[in-house]
């Protein structure tokens, strides 16, 4: 237990000081919690050695995202945008797969590896999109609202890929699933309930006691994320349904404005964890490769994006916005990678250029949003936003 706390008292002191050095530099502040993580991580300085404990930190801090990111989406914005909103992810996810199936048959993997490489690299970064939205946009205007709902839906799908792996090497059955959304649709359906008549009531009871309304509120998104974690379904993905639920409370914006500093804790450890799992050994002999297949899903990504958006009717300016905010490789793939070598679907080799080339994009995409878009971390004044 003691080496726990000291391990977390050293990645708060060290992503601390690179967090500093990367403010005085005017660099991206993701960008230290990441370097934070390969110089004292496990293949850098060896200073953390057990990174799966922090790991679990992280989980927190995603769950907590996907939570704050439902809180301000009103079910009526997330229901106007449904329309557009599946144009959108579905076009960007079966060009940037196909884009990437097609450079790694032509490089010589087989039809199985490369379709598993072009599924997981074709999602965007949730935590980073929504780091990087200035908490007015994602509040109140209609940029964070259809970037929330094209994540929510491209998580989704990330999800349903996931349990489809899984379910078919444990053999579920197609019963499985249709369960499964039935159970879904209860759930949701008790929760309103329950945050109207009852939640609602008692925060009304305590609004003077603000600590009261904060641990109400942290309880309700963590305990949905645990009930749906139960039934089946990822604590990611309850967490959100919990937000967005809550978000019909008049109370709500005031809520996640309060408790952002919390995410933002929590999410401090999910990039370092990145950092730190980050194998230089392996990236000497894969770096290349996964260097140009990260530069080119982040030209096509936002082109592609960009036509989408223009497409379903938003202006230009929004759509090239949009386009470079979602360009970037996602989390989830990470994920996909691993659950897919250790069910043998594709080489260890592969998993590694994939997961190299998701935090190449991380990184880089962050730069561009960075420089090019209002950020709450810009580098110049004038992209300065909160």
Not at 68 to 80: E, I, N, T
Request: charged fraction near 10%; hydrophobic fraction near 60%.
């Amino acid at each position: 237990m003691e080496g726990i706390v000291l391990d977390i008292v050293v990645i708060i002191v060290s992503t601390a000081v690179m967090a500093w050095l990367g403010a005085v530099c005017k660099q991206p502040i993701i960008i230290a919690y990441l370097i934070a993580g390969m110089l004292i991580g496990p293949w850098g300085l060896k200073i953390i050695h057990n990174v799966e404990v922090i790991e679990g930190l992280s989980h927190i801090g995603i769950t907590l995202l996907l939570f704050f990111a439902g809180l301000v989406l009103h079910p009526d914005r997330l229901f106007k945008l449904f329309k557009k909103t599946c144009i959108v992810t579905i076009g960007n996810c079966i060009f940037c797969a196909l884009l990437v199936f097609l450079i790694l048959r032509i490089t010589g993997f087989s039809w199985q590896s490369s379709l598993f490489a072009g599924i997981a690299l074709m999602f965007s970064s949730t935590v980073l999109v929504i780091r990087l939205l200035p908490t007015t946009t994602l509040h109140h205007k209609h940029m964070g609202s259809f970037c929330i709902a094209i994540l929510i839906a491209q998580d989704i799908l990330a999800v349903l890929t996931l349990m489809f792996i899984k379910g078919n090497v444990s053999g579920n059955s197609p019963i499985y699933f249709c369960l499964l959304i039935v159970k879904g649709i209860l759930f949701i359906f008790i929760l309103v309930l329950f945050e109207q008549y009852i939640l609602r009531k008692m925060m009304r009871h305590s609004d003077r006691y603000h600590e009261v309304l904060y641990m109400l509120t942290m309880a309700w998104g963590l305990g949905i994320a645990a009930l749906a974690h139960f039934l089946g379904l990822p604590y990611e993905i309850g967490a959100f349904i919990g937000g967005v639920i809550l978000a019909r409370n008049p109370i709500s914006f005031f809520l996640s404005e309060k408790l952002l500093p919390l995410r933002d804790f929590f999410l401090m450890f999910f990039f370092f964890v990145l950092g730190a799992k980050f194998n230089f050994l392996i990236a000497k002999s894969i770096w290349i490769p996964a260097l140009l297949i990260a530069i080119i899903i982040l030209i096509a990504k936002p082109l592609v994006f960009k036509f989408l958006f223009k497409f379903v009717g938003e202006s230009s300016d929004f759509s090239k916005e949009a386009g470079l905010r979602l360009g970037q490789c996602s989390e989830f793939g990470l994920i996909i990678a691993v659950v897919a070598i250790e069910n043998s679907f594709i080489s260890i080799k592969l998993s590694q250029l994939i997961q190299l080339t998701i935090i190449l994009s991380i990184i880089i995409s962050s730069y561009i949003v960075v420089f090019l878009c209002p950020t709450p971390i810009g580098t110049r004044k004038r992209l300065q936003q909160d």
